[in-house]
C-alpha cells in the first residue's frame, strides 16, 4: 500500500476508482488484492462499522413512510422528523455515499457503480443511434442522496414562467413567487458576487457554491459568450438569460448531496424518531380496496419480506422512475396495462403515461491550441489528489463537478415563446469523451466504441486540450412513456423516451449548435485557436461535415440525455385527464399517499432538475405539516 501511495508514478485511477470500484461492489479484475490491502490497513473495517445497516422490526408502525431516500426524499424525512412526537421511517433501495461520491471529478465514473440502478431506454428509433443497440442509458441514483449522489452537481432552479405556468393549469401555490421561498430555504449560497442578491440564501442546509477550479478554457468561453452578445447572468436570479460560471451544490469541493445536506446533520440527534433504512427495496404498497387508503409498504431487506405500517402516510419519493413503478405494482396505473401484466386494478390513473426529459447535442467538441487545461483524469497528479484528499484544498481538479465549467441560457430564431424564457441551453465542459479514456463516459451513456474509437480516442492520446459544447433543448415537443413488463417488483420499467420523434426538437437543437458554432469564432475563443474538431461521426460521414443535413444526423445519432425526466406522476387539479397527483401532491382517488419528487413535475422545466426535487420536498413538508397539526 505504502508503495503505491508515494510511488511517483502514483495516478488517480489507482488511488481513488479502484477503492470505488471496490466500495461500490462493482467487480472488477484483480480487486481481490486491493480488497486485501485496504482490510490491512483497516479502511474496509472502518467503513463497514460506520455505514452498518439499521435492521428492521418486521410490522412495525411509524407515522410517516417515506419510500427512496433521494433529493427529495432525505429532504421531507429531515423536515417531517423536526417535530420530535412524528416518527418516521425513510426507506432507501441503496447504501452509503463513500470517498467516490464526494469526490466532484469523479461524477461521471459513479454510473458503473452499484450507486445507479443502471437502466436502459427501449431501443429508439430516431434518436441514440450512436448507442449499442440503440438504447440510451438512463441512470439514477441507488444510495443515500439517490441521484443527487451521482449527478453533476449543476444548481439550476428553472425560469419563473415554468412555475407560473404550473399554477395557472389548475396547480395553486405552485407559481414563483409561492416556490421561490422553498428554493431559498433548502439553500445555503457561497456564490461571488451574489452576498446581497435576495434570490438567495446563506442559511438553508444544501450548500450552492462557485467551483473554485477554473480553466483558460471557460474564462475564453464566458468573455466569447459576451462577445457574441449574451449578458452575464446570475441564471437563478433575476433572468436566466445570458451566461454564467456553473453553481454547484458542492461544500468546500465535495459533493452536497441531498443526504449530506439534510440528513447526516441530523441522524445522530433524531435516532429516536427518524430511522434510516438502506438496502430496503419497497415492494408494494399496502393498501385498503375498500377505502383505497394507504396504510403501509411491503419490502425486502436481506432477501427477506418485510412490512411497515403508517399511521398517517405514505409518501413516495422513490424517482420519476420508481415511484410510478410502485404505483403501479400497487394497482394505480392506466388499466390496459394494468390488466396485461396480471395486476388488481385498484384505481385506474395515468400514471407513466407522460414521460418528458431534455435532449442534448454530445457537442460540437472544439479543439484549442492551449496545453494542460483539459483534465485527463489518469493525469491527475500525486500532489493533486493530496492536497485535495489530505489538505481540504477546494480548489483542485479533484473538484470540477465532472468538467463542467459554464453555462449559457440562449433564445432561437425559430421560438415562439416570450423573450425571457429561453429555449436552448450550452453547457461547457472541459473535454469530452476523451477525458476518462474511455473509461467512463462511454460507457454511462452507452456509446458505441466506434464513436470513441474514431472520434475522440486519438485526443487522448495526443492529450490534446479540448472542450465540449453540449446543447440541450428547454421545450421538447417529443413525449415518452413509461410502463410495466411484468409484475416483478425487482425488474426494470419499460421505459421510451421517444426522443427527437418531434422533427422540430432536431430544428431547435441545430439552431443551438449554429449558436455554440458562433460563440466559438469570437475573439476571446479564436484566441486560443478554438475550432471545430473536424472528426466526422459514425454513420454521417456521407454528409458535407458541419452542413445543416450533417447535424441533423450528428443529433440522432450522439444523444445524449443529461436525465432530466419528469412528468410520470403528473401533477394537476382531478379535471386534468393526464394528472396522477393533486397540487397537493396526494394521489388522486386515493387516500393518505403522495408523490413528492420529480415525477410530479408536470412540463419540462427550464432547467435541470434536481434544484426542483429540493423545493418539491421542502414543500411538501410544509403541506403534509399543515394537514396534521
Ligand atoms: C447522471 C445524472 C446527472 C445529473 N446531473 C444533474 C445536475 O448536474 N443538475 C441537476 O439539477 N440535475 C441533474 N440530474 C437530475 C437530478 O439529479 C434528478 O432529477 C434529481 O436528483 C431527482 O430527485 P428525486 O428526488 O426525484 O429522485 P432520486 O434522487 O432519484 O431519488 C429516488 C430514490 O429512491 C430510491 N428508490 C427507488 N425505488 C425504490 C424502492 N422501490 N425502494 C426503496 N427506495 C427506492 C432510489 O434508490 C433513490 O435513492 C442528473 C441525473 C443523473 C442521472
Ligand atoms: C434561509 O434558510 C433558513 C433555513 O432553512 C430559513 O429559516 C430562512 O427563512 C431562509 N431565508 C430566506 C430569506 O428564505
Ligand atoms: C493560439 O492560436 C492563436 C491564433 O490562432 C494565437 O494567437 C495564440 O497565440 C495561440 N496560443 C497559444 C497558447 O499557442
Excluded at 138 to 146: E, H, I, Q, T
Aim: proline letters at 6%; hydrophobic letters at 40%; a neutral charge.
Amino acid at each position: 500500500m505504502q508503495s503505491i501511495m508515494w510511488s511517483p508514478q502514483f495516478r488517480l485511477t489507482c488511488c481513488l476508482l479502484m477503492p470505488l470500484f471496490l466500495l461500490s461492489g462493482v467487480q472488477t479484475n484483480g480487486n481481490q488484492r486491493l480488497l486485501d490491502q485496504l482490510q490491512q490497513v483497516g479502511l474496509v473495517n472502518l467503513l463497514e462499522q460506520a455505514t452498518r445497516p439499521n435492521v428492521p422490526q418486521d410490522l412495525a408502525t411509524y407515522d410517516f413512510i417515506v419510500v427512496g431516500a433521494g433529493a427529495a426524499g432525505c429532504t421531507l424525512a429531515a423536515r417531517l422528523s423536526e417535530d420530535p412526537s412524528w416518527k418516521v421511517a425513510l426507506l432507501e433501495a441503496g447504501g452509503v455515499e463513500n470517498i467516490a461520491h464526494l469526490t466532484p471529478v469523479l461524477a461521471g465514473y459513479l454510473q458503473q457503480t452499484a450507486s445507479n440502478w443502471g437502466y436502459h431506454s427501449v431501443p429508439q428509433r430516431l434518436s441514440c443511434l450512436g448507442m449499442n443497440n440503440q438504447e440510451c442509458a438512463l441512470p439514477r441514483g441507488k444510495v443515500l442522496g439517490g441521484t443527487s449522489s451521482i449527478n453533476y452537481m449543476i444548481y439550476n432552479r428553472g425560469n419563473r414562467r415554468d412555475f407560473d405556468g404550473w399554477a395557472s393549469a389548475g396547480n395553486p401555490g405552485w407559481s414563483y413567487a409561492e416556490v421561490l421561498p422553498y428554493f431559498l430555504r433548502s439553500e445555503s449560497a457561497q456564490l461571488q458576487g451574489l452576498e446581497q442578491s435576495p434570490y438567495h440564501n446563506h442559511s438553508g442546509p444544501l450548500s450552492v457554491e462557485d467551483v473554485r477550479y477554473r480553466t483558460q478554457l471557460v474564462h475564453a468561453f464566458v468573455e466569447a459568450s459576451v462577445e457574441a452578445g449574451l449578458p452575464r447572468t446570475d441564471y437563478n436570479g433575476e433572468s436566466q438569460l445570458g451566461v454564467s460560471y456553473v453553481q454547484a451544490t458542492t461544500r468546500n469541493g465535495r459533493r452536497h448531496s441531498a443526504y449530506s445536506a439534510y440528513i447526516q446533520p441530523v441522524r445522530d440527534y433524531r435516532k429516536s424518531n427518524l430511522h434510516i433504512y438502506t438496502f430496503s427495496q419497497v415492494t408494494r404498497l399496502l393498501i385498503d380496496a375498500e377505502t383505497k387508503s394507504a396504510y403501509g409498504v411491503e419490502f425486502r431487506y436481506n432477501s427477506r419480506a418485510y412490512t411497515f405500517k403508517a399511521r398517517k402516510e405514505v409518501i413516495l419519493s422513490a424517482g420519476a422512475f420508481n415511484s410510478p413503478q410502485l404505483l403501479m405494482l400497487s394497482g394505480i396505473g392506466p388499466a390496459d396495462n394494468l390488466k396485461a401484466i396480471g395486476v388488481p386494478l385498484v384505481h385506474a390513473l395515468p400514471v407513466g403515461k407522460r414521460l418528458y426529459d431534455h435532449m442534448c447535442h454530445f457537442g460540437p467538441t472544439f479543439v484549442t491550441n492551449t496545453t494542460g487545461q483539459t483534465t485527463f483524469t489518469s493525469r491527475v497528479t500525486a500532489a493533486e489528489v493530496l492536497s485535495y484528499l489530505l489538505a481540504g484544498n477546494p480548489a483542485t481538479k479533484l473538484s470540477s463537478i465532472g468538467g463542467v465549467e459554464a453555462l449559457a441560457f440562449l433564445k432561437t430564431g425559430r421560438s415562439t415563446l416570450p423573450q425571457d424564457w429561453p429555449d436552448i441551453e450550452l453547457i461547457m465542459v472541459l473535454g469530452s469523451l476523451a477525458s476518462d479514456e474511455g473509461t467512463a463516459l462511454k460507457l454511462g451513456a452507452n456509446f458505441k466504441d466506434e464513436i470513441y474509437d474514431r472520434m475522440y480516442r486519438q485526443l487522448a492520446q495526443a492529450r490534446q486540450d479540448h472542450f465540449t459544447l453540449l446543447v440541450m433543448q428547454f421545450h421538447p415537443q417529443s413525449v415518452g412513456r413509461l410502463w410495466l413488463r411484468d409484475r416483478n417488483p425487482l425488474g426494470w420499467p419499460k421505459i421510451d423516451p421517444k426522443y427527437c420523434v418531434a422533427e422540430e426538437d432536431v430544428e431547435y437543437i441545430l439552431d443551438g449548435i449554429k449558436e455554440a458554432i458562433r460563440i466559438s469564432k469570437m475573439p476571446a475563443l479564436q484566441s486560443i485557436g478554438a475550432r471545430l474538431l473536424e472528426r466526422p461521426v459514425p454513420g454521417c460521414e456521407s454528409l458535407a461535415f458541419a452542413s445543416d443535413d450533417y447535424w441533423r444526423c450528428s443529433i440522432r445519432t450522439l444523444s445524449y440525455t443529461l436525465h432530466h425526466q419528469v412528468a410520470t406522476c403528473r401533477m394537476g387539479p382531478a379535471s386534468d385527464p393526464t394528472a396522477v397527483v393533486s397540487p397537493q401532491l396526494r394521489v388522486h382517488g386515493m387516500r393518505r399517499l403522495r408523490v413528492v419528487d420529480t415525477s410530479i413535475i408536470p412540463v419540462p422545466p427550464t432547467a435541470h432538475t434536481n434544484a426542483a426535487a429540493f423545493m418539491i420536498g421542502e414543500k411538501a413538508a410544509d403541506m403534509i405539516r399543515s394537514d396534521w397539526s
